[in-house]
């Protein structure tokens, strides 16, 4: 009779200690995987296709993930600055991802866009509380702000 409340303490312990540290508050999950880019050869987890996307897994269960909070020049962009910008957006995102341990949210469920792609913001721990992704994209001019009430770049004028 003790048996089985002892055993559904020890699964729940189990659960607590492997499951519950992927998944923080409110749904915010830490990555430790590598990320390479993408086309260079390089065996990870995932890789990095462009300034705000990234591939993850192997077909046919791989997952496109769109990071959110900004927006960054596309590689097959309507001029050659933003093309070197985009470039320069994607090494930048990659080197952002090789600086450590980050985490992400939406859990197992994040939303998705038309395309399919998981959209999810970015952060990453600090002494100071947590640095964002975006913020960092931002604020090295290779990412504008995105989401409600803001207008695309038009990376050629700049």
């Known amino acids: 009779m003790w048996r089985v409340p002892v055993l559904a303490a020890i699964a729940i312990g189990l659960w607590w200690f492997a499951v519950h540290p992927a998944v923080t508050e409110h749904g915010w999950v830490r990555v430790t995987d590598p990320f390479a880019l993408c086309g260079e050869g390089n065996r990870a987890a995932g890789c990095v296709i462009d ?63 038309q395309y399919g792609r998981e959209l999810r913001a970015a952060r990453r721990q600090t002494e100071g509380g947590h640095e964002t992704l975006a913020d960092a994209m931002i604020e090295s001019g290779l990412a504008s702000p995105s989401g409600w009430g803001t207008s695309p770049v038009d990376w050629c004028a700049k």
């Open 51 to 113: 300034g705000d996307t990234l591939f993850l897994g192997s077909r046919p269960n791989h997952r496109r993930i769109r990071l959110t909070g900004f927006d960054a020049p596309e590689l097959n962009g309507a001029c050659e600055e933003e093309v070197l910008l985009a470039r320069a957006a994607r090494l930048r995102l990659y080197q952002w991802l090789q600086e450590g341990a980050f985490e992400w949210d939406g859990a197992d469920e994040p939303p998705r866009d």
